[in-house]
């Protein structure tokens, strides 16, 4: 059997997808969603981070970690596998959407 990647992440995934509810279970597994579980600290953090399960579709199992990079190119890593998934936090979604959207108005209307 091939090593866990990170066994205590996948340790705690595991516990946190038996409390997920039927559906929700597979909402996670139909989409690449990442469903937030809370923030904590870490021994040697210096501060708490938010973390996520989602379901990993390259070694099909549930998986937990925390966003790494920088806040417009963050990925979460699959606790079991280590592959990387691309993750985009909901404030910078909104973000993009607006800038998008205001984008769109100023072209609107400075081509008069
Ligand atoms: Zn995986």
Request: charged fraction near 25%; include cysteine.
């Amino acid at each position: 059997m091939a090593a866990i990647y990170n066994l205590v992440f996948h340790l705690e995934a595991c516990k946190e997808w038996d409390k997920l509810s039927e559906w929700q279970k597979r909402r996670l597994k139909l989409s690449s969603k990442k469903l937030y579980i809370g923030h904590e600290k870490r021994e040697g953090w210096l501060g708490e981070l938010p973390f996520y399960i989602f379901w990993c579709h390259e070694c099909d199992h549930c998986a937990k970690d925390y966003p790494h990079g920088d806040i417009t190119h963050q990925y979460l890593v699959c606790s079991f596998c280590g592959v990387s998934h691309r993750f985009v936090p909901l404030k910078v979604f909104w973000l993009t959407l607006f800038e998008t959207i205001k984008i769109n108005f100023q072209l609107r209307f400075s081509r008069k």
